[in-house]
Nanobody
Framework: QVQLVESGGGLVQPGGSLRLSCAASGSIDTIYTMGWFRQASGKEREFVAG????????YYADSVKGRFTISRDNAKNTVYLQMNSLKAEDTAVYYC???????????????WGQGTQVTVSS
């Protein structure tokens, strides 16, 4: 019913930048909170950033504050993560998620993308 597709990952040198995108599609009524998580090899998945429905509130992990910026375009059902000043420790698979109410249901469910690899290395 709902699909989240990430794009924009890749290999970048330390200090470089990448912009991730995540587009939601399907039988969507309303998308509420959207966010990004990441999982490095051998580690648990961790929160990176989140954004409210209106975009008026944003939340960041301490490790990315001042370097990453989350934003969204509700007309496109898309959330973005601008990552600047990347470090080797930012290397991970990045996953987007979204709390979505579909057209045929009253409840809201959390959906996840398939992940996109970000590698920071010289």
């Amino acid at each position: 019913q709902v699909q989240l597709v990430e794009s924009g990952g890749g290999l970048v040198q330390p200090g470089g930048s990448l912009r991730l995108s995540c587009a939601a599609s399907g039988s969507i009524d309303t998308i509420y909170t959207m966010g990004w998580f990441r999982q490095a090899s051998g580690k648990e998945r961790e929160f990176v950033a989140g954004i409210s429905w209106s975009g008026g509130s944003t939340y960041y992990a301490d490790s990315v504050k001042g370097r990453f910026t989350i934003s969204r375009d509700n007309a496109k059902n898309t959330v973005y993560l601008q990552m600047n000043s990347l470090k080797a420790e930012d290397t991970a698979v990045y996953y987007c998620n979204a709390d979505i109410r579909v057209l045929t249901r009253i409840n809201t469910s959390r959906y996840w993308g398939q992940g996109t690899q970000v590698t920071v290395s010289s």
